[in-house]
């Protein structure tokens, strides 16, 4: 059976093109009289210098309204709920029902975060264990929870480095963050964000860390190095006992971005493999949704030596009662108002529960076998090449080169990655990591079936021939999403783009009314 | 590997087995083979068992009810993450799979969906703050905050910030962690005694050539309205530095915009707007600035655009300017922000659309008037000094209990006892004040709530 998709396409009104003057979508409770009387109108309270005196222009509709635009505009977003979602570098897994049902108990969606440390046992609880847990899949000494994603937590990891670096008086000298040129774009940023002269090093023939690179690059202005193992092609570091080595008596830190976490839980941690920092994308290999871009999760975990720097407060306990404790003279302050975004965290708590060790591994594992298998199921396909080690195993994830069908027929990983969106499957990750041209990044996670995997090599297949006889269709790929193709450029150019309804209404003349 | 089978993952024994075949391996084991052999785990993680959905429910649950909730007690707590109702059509839409389980949407024909409801969002917080630009959310408003004290320092290649003495002493600690590895300076400025609004003698011997923004906060952390924003504009501006406005967005309704009184960057805190507080997160940072190119090309994160396809037949929507971010111009981008609040900002414009401007109005009405009442009431009792600055008040206000020789704590103590969780002890976040609390009032206290606090907050003072 060859699956047939076509996505919904409601033409839907931007909001405020709906509703009608007089419609209400959502009441109040009155406020009583008497509260009237005691204190007036709020005209009366707030001085005319800074009381507002237009309405905002928000539209007004109906209850009814709101959920039938807000359901129509959900059936045109594809998730990992209705298919195929190979999106590499993402984990774009399952995200179990029952987690979703756990963070809608009051006791936690009604908690204040500055309540009184005997009100909130059960929560603190909660965090504590899963710091423990975090630490020993991590094999780190002590996790941070607070990063609200994994550039936060690549955040914080710089912040460590260089508190380390100042508390050893080698705070001005130790100026330069090197990482790969096959590392994701979060890592220099980030360094940058914390100060740091970015250092990049190439990678070698093999699609590793160039160990030679390394050691040139490593002086006493090193403060640290930043990787991702097994890295972004899929490919596991196998040296990295020497790239440890070389980081480390260079006096600088090793920082494990944990996006490619998922195929070695269970198998090697990233402390025991000589990692100082650590950092965990919750939202990637711990299964709760990416919600279109967020809230994710991006704890932290170090070793016993860098453990003093972590942002305060921390979660303790003293063998009765769980605290919070802010005595920490080193740590490096804040990086979030709270404790991080808990209901993000209590999903992962209940992930973890529910897979128990076995079932982690386990997850490792189907999705390292499900990454080999569609490689395998996809390297003989013509225009396709495999950059680097064909007959490595990869992890995660594989990284496919439509370069020679570029060349041979025109046709890139872009009009690629649009028609497979015709099929109703998501697009890989095109064009990262940067090293390959014309790149497919394809992780398929342990959350589909052989069935799935062979019906996405299937198509792919098939895609590549209709590129070597018909271009025409894939550039003009996708017809069966809610829109066809979409002009970005014109929604990035000065003139043309718009970014509010405001600067929409600007543009086309119209001057505000009072409302 | 074990016969194991779990309900998340699919493939199962006789497919495994097809599959290696096909790889062409015994082992899975195989696959693993270019990991150092010292480094292999050789021991099973210390962690649980595997549960089944009903143990990790009850489990789960079990532990969640030993908290104090605001269902089981009443909380007069704010400061930064407020107890505010959440309409069931809000949880309804943000947990429909194709909105939850979907990534950033870098394939934006399968994506409309989350684009346009992000784009509403963005469009909904222009409304609200009069801006022209907001991005698509940011972690909260304390990253909010940092992020944009560094664009202001980009745009004029000055390195001071000006911020008010009154702030959120963890706000304040964030900003730090954001500005002081790249070299920025934060001065406070002080506030007037009587009042605690922003003592404008002291901004202008502060502002000098070298501030690249004013930052204020209205209302303040201590809940008081600031009403000499204008002035503050002038001053800011007459120097050539930026002016930011920090929000809670509820006050919004009532409040005259940050747009209206001449602000270049509003940030803010998004929670209040349709997301639970879930002890202290997800928030939602706000972001938004004019529609001023210079601006824009250093707005940090992501921004969605409205646009067409390509045959120019329909309206449509992608993210832009991505030039700016991280995946493209990595060390040079103008933040390192990836994954967002995305679905908290769709929760916020479910909320706008369903209030509408009358609504919206009527929220900042009633938290304003309720808060104001818990004001009078308070202050009538014998020895509180209620609130501590004579300013206008908005949904917080600070009770001083120096009169009645009662420390907060103790106060709180006593509250609990009564099933009340008092305000935030400020007493060591600004000791010039004394034994004093910040209590929030929203529109989930009911009449009834806030009489019953006086009550027996004036038991307690009468009793000591
Ligand atoms: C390899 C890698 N590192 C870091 C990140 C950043 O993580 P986050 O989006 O959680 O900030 C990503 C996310 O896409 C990634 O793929």
Redesign the interface.
């Known amino acids: 059976m060859t699956r047939r998709f076509k996505?919904a396409s409601w033409?839907?009104p931007?909001?405020?093109e709906l509703?009608n003057a007089k419609?209400?979508?959502?009441?109040?409770?009155k406020?009583?009289g008497?509260?009237?009387r005691?204190?007036g109108e709020?005209n009366q309270?707030?001085?005319a210098?800074?009381?507002?005196?237009n309405?905002?222009?928000?539209?007004?509709?109906s209850?009814v309204e709101?959920?039938r635009?807000?359901?129509?505009?959900?059936?045109?977003?594809?998730?990992?709920?209705?298919g195929f979602?190979p999106?590499g570098s993402?984990t774009?897994?399952?995200?179990?029902k029952?987690n979703?049902?756990?963070?809608?108990?009051?006791?936690?969606?009604?908690?204040?975060?500055?309540?009184?440390e005997?009100?909130?046992?059960?929560?603190l609880?909660?965090l504590y264990t899963l710091e423990r847990?975090l630490a020993?899949?991590t094999g780190t000494h002590e996790v941070c929870l607070q990063p609200?994603?994994?550039?936060?937590g690549?955040?914080l990891g710089a912040?460590i480095m260089?508190a380390y670096h100042q508390l050893n008086g080698d705070g001005e000298k130790r100026s330069e963050l090197i990482v790969p040129d096959s590392a994701?774009?979060?890592n220099?940023?980030?360094?940058?964000?914390?100060?740091f002269k970015?250092v990049v090093i190439p990678s070698d023939n093999e699609g590793c860390v160039d160990l030679n690179a390394l050691k040139e690059a490593v002086s006493e202005r090193t403060a640290g190095f930043m990787l991702t193992n097994p890295n972004t092609l899929g490919?596991?570091e196998?040296n990295?006992?020497e790239i440890a080595d070389t980081v480390h008596s260079a006096g600088g830190i090793l920082y494990y971005d944990g996006a490619n976490l998922n195929p070695?839980?269970?198998?090697?941690?990233p402390g025991?493999?000589g990692f100082d920092i650590v950092h965990i994308?919750i939202?990637k290999t711990f299964?709760t949704?990416?919600?279109?871009?967020?809230?994710?999760a991006?704890p932290v975990g170090v070793s016993k030596q860098l453990a003093k720097f972590l942002p305060v407060p921390r979660v303790v306990f003293d063998g009765k009662r769980y605290r919070l404790d802010y005595n920490r003279p080193h740590s490096?302050?804040?990086?979030?108002?709270?404790?991080?975004?808990?209901?993000?965290l209590?999903k992962a708590?209940?992930y973890?529960?529910?897979?128990?060790?076995?079932?982690?591994?386990?997850?490792a594992?189907?999705s390292?076998?499900?990454a080999?298998?569609l490689m395998?199921?996809l390297r003989n396909i013509t225009g396709l090449s495999l950059p680097y080690d064909e007959n490595?195993?990869r992890?995660h994830e594989c990284v496919f080169s439509v370069e020679k069908l570029e060349k041979q027929t025109g046709i890139s990983a872009l009009h690629v990655?649009?028609r497979l969106?015709d099929y109703g499957f998501?697009?890989p990750?095109i064009y990262?990591p940067l090293i390959v041209k014309e790149a497919l990044m394809i992780e398929p996670t342990?959350?589909?079936?052989?069935e799935t995997l062979d019906e996405f090599a299937e198509i792919l297949k098939e895609i590549v021939k209709e590129a070597y006889e018909n271009p025409e269709k894939l550039r003009n790929a996708?017809k069966n999403?809610?829109?066809?193709?979409?002009?970005?450029v014109?929604?990035?150019h000065?003139r043309?783009?718009?970014?509010?309804?405001?600067?929409?209404k600007?543009k086309n003349g119209e001057t505000r009314n009072n409302? | 590997m074990a016969p194991y089978s779990h309900p998340y993952i699919p493939n199962s024994l006789p497919e495994i087995d097809e599959m290696m075949r096909e790889i062409g391996i015994k082992t899975i084991d195989e696959l693993y083979i270019d990991v150092p052999d010292i480094y292999r785990l050789k021991k099973t993680l210390n962690l649980p068992e595997s549960h089944s959905e009903l143990e990790v429910k009850q489990h789960v649950e079990k532990l969640l009810s030993k908290n104090k909730t605001c269902k089981d007690i009443s909380v007069f707590l704010g400061a930064g993450c407020w107890p505010h109702y959440v309409p069931a059509v809000v949880k309804a839409i943000i947990q429909r799979g194709e909105l939850l389980t979907s990534y950033t949407p870098y394939q934006p024909e399968i994506s409309q969906g989350m684009l346009q409801i992000l784009f509403e969002y963005q469009s909904m917080i222009c409304e609200l703050t009069e801006m022209e630009v907001a991005n698509c959310s940011m972690y909260d408003w304390a990253s909010a905050l940092g992020e944009a004290a560094r664009m202001a320092v980009r745009v004029t290649h000055r390195n001071k910030i000006l911020i008010p003495k009154i702030i959120h002493p963890d706000r304040k600690a964030i900003l730090r962690t954001y500005t002081e590895p790249v070299g920025i300076t934060i001065q406070e400025v002080n506030y007037e005694t009587g009042t605690g609004q922003i003592d404008l003698q002291d901004l202008r011997a502060k502002i000098s050539e070298k501030a690249a923004a004013v930052y204020i906060e209205n209302p303040s952390y201590l809940g008081f309205i600031e009403t000499n924003m204008e002035e503050i504009e002038k001053e800011a501006h007459e120097k050539g530095a930026l002016f930011i406005v920090g929000v809670d967005p509820t006050s919004l309704g009532v409040l005259k915009p940050p747009g209206e009184y001449g602000a270049d960057i509003v940030v803010g805190e998004g929670q209040p707007l349709g997301n639970p507080m879930n002890y202290g997160g997800p928030l939602l940072g706000i972001f938004a600035c004019r529609g001023d190119l210079h601006l824009i090309r250093q707005l940090p994160g992501r921004v969605i655009g409205m646009t067409t396809t390509v045959d120019g037949s329909q309206k449509a929507f992608c993210m832009a300017l991505q030039t700016r971010e991280q995946h493209i111009r990595r060390e040079k981008a103008t933040s390192n922000i990836c994954s967002n609040e995305s679905l908290c900002a769709v929760a916020a414009a479910v909320y706008l659309a369903l209030l509408g401007p009358e609504g919206f109005r009527e929220l900042s009405e009633i938290i304003m008037l309720r808060a104001n009442y818990a004001i009078q009431l308070l202050s009538e009792i014998e020895g509180l000094h209620v609130p501590v600055f004579d300013s206008i008040h908005f949904k917080e206000f600070t009770v001083n209990f120096d009169s009645v020789n009662l420390t907060v704590n103790k106060v709180h103590r006593r509250l609990l006892e009564h099933g009340i969780h008092g305000g935030k002890d400020i007493s060591k976040e600004f000791p010039e004040l004394g034994e004093t609390a910040l209590y929030c009032i929203t529109e989930v206290h009911s009449k009834e709530e806030i009489d019953r606090l006086a009550t027996i907050l004036e038991k307690i003072v009468r009793e000591k």
């Open positions: 996505q033409n839907e931007v909001v405020f509703g419609r209400r979508g959502f009441t109040f409770p406020v009583d008497e509260i009237y005691k204190v709020v309270l707030l001085p210098k800074i009381r507002r005196k309405l905002p222009r928000l539209p007004r509709l209850e709101v959920v635009h807000y359901t129509r505009l959900s059936q045109m977003n594809y998730g990992v709920d209705l979602y999106l993402c774009m897994k399952y995200n179990p029952l979703e049902t756990l963070a809608e108990h009051p006791g936690i969606t009604m908690l204040h975060p500055n309540q009184d005997e009100t909130v046992q059960g929560i609880e909660i847990w020993e899949i609200a994603a994994g550039a936060h690549e955040f912040l260089r994701h774009g979060t220099p940023a980030s360094g940058t964000m914390a100060g970015i490919i596991f196998k990295i006992k070695i839980l269970g198998k090697v941690r025991d493999m994308n939202h299964g949704p990416h919600g279109g871009g967020g809230p994710g991006g490096i302050g804040k990086i979030q108002c709270f404790y991080g975004n808990v209901a993000v209590l708590y209940a973890i529960l529910s897979l128990g060790a076995k079932g982690l591994e386990k997850t594992e189907i390292v076998l499900n080999n298998y395998k199921k490595k195993p992890k990655a649009k969106l998501h697009a990750t990262f342990e959350s589909f079936e052989k996708p999403t809610a829109v066809p193709r979409v002009d970005e014109k929604a990035s000065p043309t783009m718009m970014l509010s309804w405001k600067m929409y600007r409302y």
